[in-house]
């Protein structure tokens, strides 16, 4: 069993930068593949990225703007996000599996055990 919990969203304008954070406890976070989500009001949930044993993995409209990490000695998965748009506007959630999938696996919800509660990001124009 693992816990996540995300923090870094706020409130920022068009162009600005954020950080998100996805903090796990209970055990080692090495060994999971980790992505990250995001849904808009009236959306459906869509990926954002991954990493995983297979490298990372990007949606297209964040390609070049967004940069996932993790950091294994402090159980963190870390989401840089600069050149921020109002459409980037959702909470954002970070999940965690623990079973080694296809890359491509990762970029789907269903793939993922283990979910936080999310963080909202709120771009301004």
């Known amino acids: 069993q693992v816990q996540l919990v995300e923090s870094g969203g706020g409130l920022v304008q068009a162009g600005d930068s954020l950080r998100l954070s996805c903090a796990a406890s209970?055990?080692?976070?090495?060994?999971?593949?980790v992505g990250w989500f995001r849904q808009a009001p009236g959306k459906e949930r869509e990926f954002v990225s991954a990493?995983?044993?297979?490298?990372?993995l990007y949606e297209d409209s964040v390609k070049g703007r967004f940069t996932i990490s993790r950091d294994n000695a402090k159980n963190t998965v870390y989401l840089q996000m600069n050149s921020l748009k109002p459409e980037d506007t959702a909470v954002y959630y970070c999940?965690?599996?623990?079973?080694?999938?296809?890359?491509?696996?990762?970029?789907?919800?269903?793939?993922?055990?283990?979910w936080g509660q999310g963080t909202q990001v709120t771009v301004s124009s």
């Open positions: 999940a965690a599996v623990l079973r080694v999938l296809s890359k491509g696996a990762y970029g789907s919800s269903r793939s993922y055990n283990y």
């Open positions: 209970g055990r080692s976070f090495s060994n999971y593949g």
């Open positions: 990493i995983s044993w297979s490298g990372t």
